[in-house]
């Protein structure tokens, strides 16, 4: 474990910050996973310092069943929930942030916060932070390697694979190109800009949905307010799912919806199940309305292995992990440690969310 630096401060001053002219000195206990503090706790320490800070490791146990003492996590003012304390270590660190009166920041190193625990800690006054694009680059590369999967009809190729069949795609089977083709994207924030910038690299003429005007870096040909989904799903042969899970988007590409898309549509998710409606989708993929749809994210997770989408021909399920990548965690740790001197120097805080 990291050095521990224990001092009080010896003026008025906010706890988490150093004062120069005054000369006072805070410490701020930080709560870590003990694989962050392995990797990263020297690093965070030195960072610290560098901004005039002094930290505090607060270090969870290495077992999952294992507990801080009360009067140890009475002590945290920001906690760091790192992408190593997912899943395993879940319960046992939020345990950790419930008995911390004093926390004021949290960090995730996801980017939905749709888990009740967010809420609760906002409710509380706890500034909370979120890791939105650092995953992007691969949760967009996995939603395109889909796309063009379904494009370019590799299921029928890998089943012919497994039947050990030379059976070559000839005539009417021969797939469209996909230049030319109109991609929706629903959500244009870091990772449907990046789907968008794929998607346009591979000719697709590409139409996004975002609430609030352009902003720069769209990557979009075109940008829409969502009332205008109506006169904008018939033009899509592609509908790519990248917004959040709010109260307004659950349930938002319902039977009406997917309906409104030309026959042989198809559809992309990698946001969150429940703004696709898993049954409607289902019937129309059933029906041949829909041609195929690449799913990373279900309404119950994991997806139940009774759910007809493992077995429909026209489908590609993956287990909510387009994000996987091994530089995922050397992102996080770098906006969190950014956010970190931001926090010491007093400045805005990079992706703080304020309703969960």
């Not at 000719?203 to 005007?213: E, I, K, Q, S, T």
């Not at 319902?254 to 289902?282: D, H, M, T, Y």
Request: charged share 20%; with cysteine.
């Amino acid at each position: 474990m990291a050095a521990k630096w224990r001092a009080r401060c010896h003026a008025r001053a906010s706890p988490s910050v150093f004062t120069p002219r005054s000369g006072v000195h805070c410490v701020t206990t930080l709560l870590v996973s003990h694989h962050f503090n392995t990797k990263h706790g020297a690093e965070t320490l030195a960072g610290a310092a560098r901004h005039g800070a002094r930290l505090e490791l607060m270090v969870l146990p290495p077992e999952p069943a294992g507990r801080l003492p009360d009067s140890a996590c009475a002590r945290a003012e920001i906690a760091f929930f790192s992408e190593d304390v997912f899943p395993d270590y879940s319960r046992q660190f939020f345990s950790a942030a419930r008995k911390a009166p004093g926390l004021k920041w949290m960090h995730v190193f996801n980017v939905g916060v749709d888990h009740p625990i967010y809420s609760e800690l906002l409710a509380r006054g706890v500034r909370l932070t979120t890791s939105a694009g650092t995953t992007a680059g691969p949760i967009a590369q996995t939603a395109i390697a889909g796309m063009l999967m379904l494009a370019r009809n590799f299921p029928r190729w890998i089943a012919a694979q497994r039947r050990r069949a030379w059976d070559p795609m000839r005539g009417a089977e021969v797939p469209r190109d996909l230049r030319g083709q109109t991609m929706l994207v629903l959500g244009l924030g870091h990772i449907g800009n990046e789907i968008a910038r794929l998607a346009r690299l591979l000719g697709l003429h590409v139409v996004g949905v975002r609430r609030g005007g352009p902003r720069p870096g769209d990557a979009a040909d075109e940008l829409h307010a969502p009332d205008a989904l109506p006169k904008l799903l018939p033009r899509a042969d592609w509908l790519a799912i990248a917004c959040s899970l709010t109260t307004e988007t659950q349930g938002l590409v319902n039977a009406a919806r997917i309906a409104a898309l030309p026959r042989g549509a198809r559809i992309v998710n990698v946001s969150r199940g429940k703004i696709l409606v898993q049954e409607e989708l289902i019937a129309a993929l059933g029906s041949g309305h829909l041609a195929g749809a690449y799913l990373d994210v279900f309404d119950e997770e994991p997806l139940p292995p009774d759910s007809p989408l493992w077995e429909l021909p026209n489908v590609i399920v993956t287990p909510h992990n387009s994000a996987a990548s091994d530089g995922n965690g050397l992102r996080v740790n770098a906006l969190f440690l950014e956010n970190l001197a931001r926090w010491h120097r007093g400045e805005p805080l990079i992706n703080e969310v304020h309703s969960a």
